[in-house]
């Protein structure tokens, strides 16, 4: 007795591995079928085809992820060259460093110079 044709198996399936179950499940996703249908169609097994699914679908979250992570570089902090100290008439010392912002030193020294 012969296998109607949507039962036959494809030849040299097992030697094919990934590949061949990653094009039949591309044709099945494009296709509409359900992976139960395909599997039945293709004389697989549904388990067999699921698990591919699967694995293919583990694979694909990986390399999302892989993508996303970037290598960073850290590097100790390092002073900047030649910062200088300001002695205000209350006693207070600040210590600036090369790259300050003049309108936040401006600032600073008034608070300091406030009485409270």
Known sequence: MQLPETHTLPSRRKSQGAD????????????GVSVKRTAEKHGIPYTTLMYWRNRFRRDESK?????????VKITAPTEPPNPFEIQTTSGHTLRVPTNFCVDTLQRLLQVLSTPC
């Open 20 to 31: 061949f179950y990653r094009t039949l499940l591309d044709e099945q996703s494009q296709s």
């Open 63 to 71: 390399d999302a992820q892989a993508q996303k992570l970037v290598p």
